[in-house]
């Protein structure tokens, strides 16, 4: 089992960067492959990045893609998500989640372990 905190959300203007860092317990981290998602107010949570374990292959959503970049540190048991060029549209509470099973990355239903979620507001 793995619990996963999330940091460093908060307000942006468009056009600015965040990082986002996500603290996993245990000593397994490396096993897990891993995701961000994020739910904006009246919509579905929707995949944004994904990275497979070890130093992994990565992935992202279309509307992140060459803006988002999304890594890990096992040695840290942390997850990053470094947010570029950000807009008003990436407004919403990003998770992060762990799985060690198989299925798409890309769907919230092949992940076991949900973080609590962090803010991330950008403004015009």
């Known amino acids: 089992q793995v619990q996963l905190v999330e940091s460093g959300g908060g307000l942006v203007q468009a056009g600015g960067s965040l990082r986002l860092s996500c603290a996993a317990s245990?000593?397994?981290?490396?096993?897990?492959?891993m995701g961000w998602f994020r739910q904006a107010p009246g919509k579905e949570r929707e995949f944004v990045a994904a990275i497979r374990r070890g130093a992994g292959s990565t992935y992202y959503a279309d509307s992140v893609k060459g803006r988002f970049t999304i890594s890990r540190d096992n040695a840290k048991n942390t997850l990053y998500l470094q947010m570029d060029s950000l807009k008003p549209e990436d407004t919403a509470v990003y998770y992060c989640?762990?799985?060690?099973?198989?299925?798409?990355?890309?769907?919230?239903?092949?992940?076991?372990?949900w973080g609590q979620g962090t803010q991330v507001t950008v403004s015009s």
């Open positions: 989640a762990a799985r060690q099973g198989s299925g798409n990355y890309y769907y919230t239903d092949s992940y076991e372990y």
């Open positions: 245990g000593r397994t981290f490396s096993s897990y492959a």
